[in-house]
């Protein structure tokens, strides 16, 4: 496996919801600067050597494609040389609602990247050299600026693997394995040679002994149909392939707590009771190696509740928030005192000692 550049966020957004979860990335962006527009960036005001339109009067918010790893809300992400990212326009106030009012769209280098094609309130780019650009919006009629942004292609030098489940963690420390037969979420993560991440939105992945699905991007769900120890992803990124071994298990052998951190041998895993409850997080384990992929279930005693649904696997993760993460459950207790849950992952079963606590 190799490096992951940065930390991911925390599990706070729903993926590939455009309304609502579109708002928050759009707080968060305003929050951190990085998708207004050169007039929003100024309140409004007129770049210099620029007749502007008074239909943006506090300029207008890009937004780009949305990573697994939120990365973008982190920095401006870059397209890769040889790949595309659809660049989306919205007002730069709540509601943050989509600009519609219609627009021409050019850049003022061509040579970096090219506008493949414009949506209502879109733009797609494709990167042509490493480089950068001027995206210019221009008023239909009068080519007076809306407002423009700047733009990055840079080449993708490397790719890396990791699965959603473990998201939090990093793709350079992190040892996993794919439990065979079971869907998997793997995430592929782009960086270029200054271990920046970039965009494709083209990425494709391919296996042999394997099914792949997409589900995002850069999100792919993988299916190992043989056993064996491992499994090779193919991965076309920008204008380069890229090759990954990816190790399969057979079976899960182990359960751990991953967080909060395991108590003492011999220690029950206190809980508290009532709400809001305690989230426990395990990881499954085959020979001592994380195995992701695993299908989880949970049976505490009578003293305690589960306050969510089980964590779904398989095509339900599509329809589920990013935060509830395969492995974890939430418990209340409603009586002060010993109790017990039973954790299964993919057939392997084991008991935990908790105890209800004020």
Same mark, same amino acid.
């Given at each position: 496996?190799?490096?992951?550049?940065?930390?991911?966020?925390?599990?706070?957004?729903?993926?590939?919801?455009?309304?609502?979860?579109?708002?928050?990335?759009?707080?968060?962006?305003?929050?951190?600067?990085?998708?207004?527009?050169?007039?929003?960036?100024?309140?409004?005001?007129?770049?210099?050597?620029?007749?502007?339109?008074?239909?943006?009067?506090?300029? *207008? &918010?890009?937004? %780009?494609?949305?990573?697994?790893?939120? #990365?973008?809300?982190?920095? +401006?992400? =870059?397209?890769? /040389?040889?790949?595309?990212?659809?660049?989306?326009?919205?007002?730069?106030?709540?509601?943050?609602?989509?600009?519609?009012?219609?627009?021409?769209?050019?850049?003022?280098?061509?040579?970096?990247?090219?506008?493949?094609?414009?949506?209502?309130?879109?733009?797609?780019?494709?990167?042509?050299?490493?480089?950068?650009?001027?995206?210019?919006?221009?008023?239909?009629?009068?080519?007076?600026?809306?407002?423009?942004?700047?733009?990055?292609?840079?080449?993708?030098?490397?790719?890396?693997?990791?699965?959603?489940?473990?998201?939090?963690?990093?793709?350079?420390?992190?040892?996993?394995?794919?439990?065979?037969?079971?869907?998997?979420?793997?995430?592929?993560?782009?960086?270029?040679?200054?271990?920046?991440? *970039? &965009?494709?939105? %083209?990425?494709?992945?391919?296996?042999? #002994?394997?099914?792949?699905? +997409?589900? =995002?991007?850069? /999100?792919?769900?993988?299916?190992?149909?043989?056993?064996?120890?491992?499994?090779?992803?193919?991965?076309?990124?920008?204008?380069?392939?890229?090759?990954?071994?990816?190790?399969?298990?057979?079976?899960?052998?182990?359960?751990?707590?991953?967080?909060?951190?395991?108590?003492?041998?011999?220690?029950?895993?206190?809980?508290?009771?009532?709400?809001?409850?305690?989230?426990?997080?395990?990881?499954?384990?085959?020979?001592?190696?994380?195995?992701?992929?695993?299908?989880?279930?949970?049976?505490?005693?009578?003293?305690?509740?589960?306050?969510?649904?089980?964590?779904?696997?398989?095509?339900?993760?599509?329809?589920?928030?990013?935060?509830?993460?395969?492995?974890?459950?939430?418990?209340?207790?409603?009586?002060?005192?010993?109790?017990?849950?039973?954790?299964?992952?993919?057939?392997?079963?084991?008991?935990?000692?908790?105890?209800?606590?004020?």
């Amino acid at each position: 496996m190799t490096r992951q550049s940065r930390k991911p966020r925390g599990d706070w957004e729903r993926r590939g919801i455009i309304s609502l979860g579109l708002i928050f990335v759009g707080l968060s962006f305003v929050a951190c600067d990085e998708s207004l527009g050169q007039r929003a960036r100024m309140g409004g005001a007129c770049p210099p050597g620029e007749i502007c339109s008074e239909q943006t009067p506090r300029g *207008l &918010v890009f937004f %780009g494609a949305r990573t697994f790893n939120d #990365a973008e809300a982190n920095e +401006r992400l =870059a397209t890769a /040389l040889g790949g595309t990212q659809t660049m989306f326009l919205r007002y730069p106030e709540p509601p943050y609602d989509p600009f519609v009012a219609g627009f021409k769209a050019m850049l003022v280098d061509s040579r970096a990247a090219a506008i493949e094609s414009s949506g209502a309130a879109s733009v797609v780019l494709r990167g042509v050299s490493e480089g950068q650009s001027l995206l210019r919006l221009l008023e239909p009629g009068t080519n007076k600026l809306l407002d423009r942004y700047a733009i990055k292609v840079a080449p993708v030098a490397r790719v890396a693997l990791l699965p959603r489940e473990l998201r939090e963690e990093d793709a350079d420390v992190v040892r996993w394995k794919v439990l065979a037969g079971n869907p998997a979420l793997l995430g592929v993560l782009l960086f270029d040679p200054n271990d920046h991440q *970039l &965009v494709d939105e %083209g990425l494709e992945v391919r296996a042999h #002994a394997a099914e792949v699905s +997409r589900h =995002a991007w850069d /999100l792919f769900q993988v299916t190992v149909v043989i056993s064996g120890e491992r499994v090779l992803l193919t991965m076309r990124a920008g204008d380069r392939s890229f090759v990954s071994n990816v190790e399969v298990a057979s079976s899960v052998d182990a359960i751990a707590l991953r967080s909060p951190a395991a108590p003492e041998e011999g220690r029950p895993i206190e809980i508290k009771r009532g709400a809001p409850g305690t989230q426990l997080c395990f990881r499954a384990a085959s020979n001592s190696t994380t195995v992701v992929g695993a299908t989880w279930e949970f049976r505490p005693s009578e003293t305690v509740s589960i306050e969510r649904p089980e964590p779904p696997s398989g095509e339900e993760l599509l329809n589920t928030p990013l935060w509830t993460t395969p492995g974890c459950v939430t418990l209340s207790g409603r009586e002060v005192g010993p109790a017990t849950l039973g954790v299964t992952a993919s057939s392997h079963f084991e008991m935990f000692k908790l105890l209800v606590v004020e």
